[in-house]
């Protein structure tokens, strides 16, 4: 079936760090893929998605790419702030269900 | 952009009560909403898919008769978990997925449950 490993957590990180977070699926057909974050004390928020091979999301200066020759969706923002702080969830749509399989989150902490 | 509401954002209730959790998608019409529960420090488990108008999908291992679905109307979406223990204690929380678009789900806040 369908699944989504992602990197384990914690990460820290100093502010203007460079971040990585890994993303990998497995997944029959063509997927959507999505980022998800957790802010402290609020609700889920799409945080940029990708429907076909090769497309980049992109927000709030994160970008992923959508790669199926790798299977993976690796978020990544050049320069991490503070107000990055948050748990971040890679997730996968597909089937004619459109059911969304979650990875286990990381959680980023961003040291001034 | 959409807005799905919880009410409540958070409840305490006695051991053997039912609580009901109110889930609104605000601005758009809704023929699918989702809900999960999430433990500390984990992912989302997808509990249940509710369709308005019919009877709700639940995942393999959810006792149904322990949380009840409603989706009555394209905006709201009812889960009751009935007679509750202290292991119900969790973050619960719906999506919703827009008419309009095929893929994408918009989330609630979450509501806060600890029974005691």
């Known amino acids: 079936g369908n699944s989504v490993t992602q990197m384990e957590g914690p990460v820290t990180l100093s502010e203007e760090a460079f971040l990585t977070i890994n993303c990998t699926y497995t997944?029959?057909?063509?997927?959507?893929l999505f980022w998800y974050v957790q802010y402290p004390g609020e609700g889920l928020q799409l945080l940029l998605k990708?429907?076909?091979a090769d497309d980049k999301g992109s927000n709030k200066g994160f970008e992923a790419t959508y790669r199926k020759e790798t299977t993976s969706f690796h978020l990544e923002k050049g320069s991490v702030q503070v107000s990055d702080s948050a748990v971040y969830f890679c997730?996968?749509?597909?089937?004619?269900?459109?059911?969304?399989?979650w990875g286990l989150g990381t959680s980023l902490a961003v040291n001034p | 952009g959409a807005v799905v509401s919880q009410h409540p954002s958070w409840v305490i209730c006695k051991s053997g009560t039912s609580v009901k959790i109110e889930c609104r998608s605000l601005?758009?019409?809704?023929?699918?909403m989702f809900w999960y529960r999430q433990f500390p420090k984990q992912s989302l488990m997808l509990m249940a898919t509710s369709n308005e108008g019919s009877k709700a999908t639940y995942e393999q291992g959810v006792e149904k008769d322990k949380f009840l679905i409603n989706h009555a109307s394209l905006t709201l979406s009812t889960l009751t978990v009935t007679s509750a223990h202290p292991e119900d204690s969790s973050f619960y929380i719906c999506?919703?997925?827009?008419?309009?678009?095929?893929?994408?789900?918009?989330f609630g806040p979450g509501t806060r449950l600890t029974v005691t």
């Open positions: 999506s919703a997925r827009d008419l309009q678009e095929s893929y994408e789900q918009y």
């Open positions: 601005d758009f019409q809704a023929t699918t």
């Open positions: 997944a029959t057909g063509y997927p959507s």
């Open positions: 997730a996968l749509s597909g089937g004619n269900n459109r059911k969304l399989i």
């Open positions: 990708a429907t076909k």
